[in-house]
């Protein structure tokens, strides 16, 4: 009696558990299945059109980051300055994503009704820096001492960079830009900047922290003195209403604001605006 009571105890252990591993089993393969189902949902190209100071981090991290995480989806980045950006959306630049290195650009393009302002977000935050060449011994130390160099200062072209129109903007502030207007070697780009201190062709030149940070052929004198600027150094980023690939494009912003993209531009130097 005592062995059939055992018997039965033990066939009803096992019946118990057999049932929780079935409906862990579905459970599991259930959710899996949901969450494969939503990223196989996001297919093709994501176009991206992000200022040059973007092109480090995107391009060596959050790219292949993000098509890791969606195989059937391949971002296309095109970079160059906010400015140039703007006009090639408004000329018909294929683009889902627009992220820009300054306000100005974002806010003219939302106007003329390129611009999904539901998805339009403040997002990060970065520094303006004077450098110069690693070798340099030039003496060189702040601002101030702009009005004294003799060779090039290179700045990105105000009309259309945003570094070049926070440049202006500094040395105004601090009274040197008429002193120094003819010394100035404007680059397309604040990477085209950044390449003409590395090589040596500019004496010194106003870049953002993350690009000094990207090369060791450059160093920073100093951060713009506090006060130069007027307003912070933002990075806006919203989809374009005319996206060919809407879950794309919601995927590729949802997965920015994850907290491992938001480590990644940390770890190139850039701060999250909260």
Known sequence: MNKKILLIAILAIVAVVGIGSCSAGLFDFSGNNDSNNTNANVT???????????????????????????????????????????????????????????????????????????????????????????????NISSFDDLKNVSGNIAIGNPESVPAGQYAKEVLTNLGAWDSVQSKLSLGTDVTAVLNQVAQGSADCGIVYSTDAN?????????????????????????????????????????????????DVFVEYGFTIHE
Request: with cysteine; charged share 20%; proline share 4%.
């Open 44 to 138: 093709g190209d994501v176009n991206l059109a992000a200022a040059a100071s973007l092109k480090n981090v995107y391009d060596e991290k959050l790219i292949p980051m993000f098509e890791k995480k969606y195989p059937g989806a391949k971002v296309v980045p095109t970079y160059a300055s906010s400015g140039d950006l703007q006009t090639q959306i408004e000329n018909g630049l294929k683009a889902d994503i627009f992220m820009s290195a300054a306000n100005k650009q974002m806010n003219k393009l939302a106007s003329e009704g390129y611009i999904d302002n539901s998805t339009n977000k403040q997002f990060l935050e970065n520094k303006v820096v004077l450098i110069v060449p690693a070798n340099s011994n030039s």
């Open 214 to 262: 990207s090369t060791k052929d450059v160093k920073v004198v100093c951060e713009a003195p506090q006060g130069s600027l007027n307003t912070s150094v933002i990075y806006p980023v919203a989809e374009l209403k005319n996206t060919t690939n809407k879950a794309g494009a919601d995927a590729f912003m949802d997965f920015l604001q994850t907290k491992e993209a938001k």
